[in-house]
């Protein structure tokens, strides 16, 4: 009897032990990981059109010079002449209370036409299309176009006098105030609604359904999950108005030009008026130093009372 045994083939020689791959986490973000040269082309721009100026802005503070010749250093005589000034120190009153206005007429309306436009109302996107037209303008276009409709000889004051009174919107300090509130408060009302309506549509409905399971309506959806949702969105459209309303000019310079007297010469205007006006470049250099320094620390001061700097969650409202 015959046997036959069949044997395993040999292992095969030389075959490589196979690569470990690595981590898939780990390769992922090594592949997306943006390098340095990325960012070179917008490091360029920001180091050419906003920290050179900066500094050539500092440099010229300390200067003499009225736009001709060479600047002559006089220390911090410019300094010493702007905090002695008692137009700059009320335009810096002025500056102040534009810009609390501001945040106080446009944040409770943005919240409220951002948090309704982002949901599914009949009409809603027309309505909201239209709403957004002053967003597409410049400032200079806005202020010409109410400096027409408000003309106290050809606007609408002088139609309605009962309403208005003489019609001289622009002839008191209280009226000409509230004239550049409102003004600001029509334009940019729309940039902060749509900052409010990506957030609105940014929260999970999850939380809405549990609300309506639990009982809760529509105003305590709003007022206890909506705006809380909307934290980090409230933050950042606040330090936009603040550094928007520190730094208007265009408004000013169309609508009131600083009048009735100094009673509208905000701080940046009156930049204006010693630079470009009175050929006092250093003077006005040093008031947009101290615009740009109190811009800063403003919105420092809002990022760190809000807790907002201590923010890790990428999901709105979460800290």
Known sequence: MTTQTTSAPPAAEGRRAPRRRQPEAAHAAHGTRPGFLWALPATVFFALFAVVPLIMVAVLSFMSWNGLGS????GTDNWSRILDDPVMIKSIWLTLLLTALGVALQTPLSILLGV??????????????IYFVPLLLSSTAVSVL?????????GIPARMTWLFGDGNLFGKQ?????????????????????????AARAVPQV???????????????????TLPQLRTSVITSMILMIVGGLTTFETVLILTQGGPGSDTTISAYYMYQKAFKGFDFGAGSAIALCLVVAATVVSL?????????????TMEGVS
């Open 174 to 198: 209280t009226t000409a105030i509230g004239v550049l509130a409102f003004v600001s408060t029509w334009q940019f009302t729309p940039f902060h609604t749509l900052i409010y309506q990506g």
């Open 146 to 154: 109410w400096r027409a409709l408000l003309d106290p000889n050809f």
């Open 116 to 129: 309704w436009a982002a949901g599914h109302q009949r009409n809603r996107a027309v309505l909201s299309a």
């Open 301 to 313: 001061v809002v990022v760190r009372v809000s807790g907002y700097d201590k923010m890790r969650s």
């Open 71 to 74: 600047p002559t250093f006089v």
């Open 207 to 225: 939380l809405y359904q549990a609300a309506a399971i639990d009982g809760a309506g529509r105003y305590r959806q709003f007022f206890h999950i």
